[in-house]
């Protein structure tokens, strides 16, 4: 009798234990922007010691006769995440062509970051985007 009690305390243990590792919260947040060089956003992230990815798309455009209009120069550009000062996270090299694109940030440190935003090449006036981060 003391050995099937035993068994089902230590059974139920387990299972609580492969239960708590297997449950994660996930997160997805959105930005947008709209960029001349950079921008930093306001909005804060609530991030975990976890990995975290973006899919961002963004789109070159120059000013024309009716206004702002696509771009046939595609410039490029970097999504950062920012902790403060000293705790970031950047993907570069994201094309601003209409084109959705995924990045990996890697495992990051938990707390709040805010999005930033910076055009790395082209000649295009603004760079007019969105994009959301997640992790799972």
Known sequence: ??????GGVFLTSVLTVAMSVT????????????????????????????????????????LGSNGYQVSSSKDEFSVRIEKNWNTYYTVGNIKADGSSYTKNFGVISAGDY????TKTTGNSLKIIGDGSLKQS
């Open 23 to 62: 449950v994660s919260a996930a997160y997805t947040g959105y930005y947008s922007f709209e960029i001349d060089t950079r921008v930093i956003g306001t909005n804060k992230h609530s991030l975990s010691n976890s990995a975290v990815s973006t899919t961002v798309t963004g789109q070159s455009y120059i």
């Open 114 to 117: 805010h999005v930033e935003v």
């Open 1 to 6: 009798m003391k050995k099937k009690i035993l």
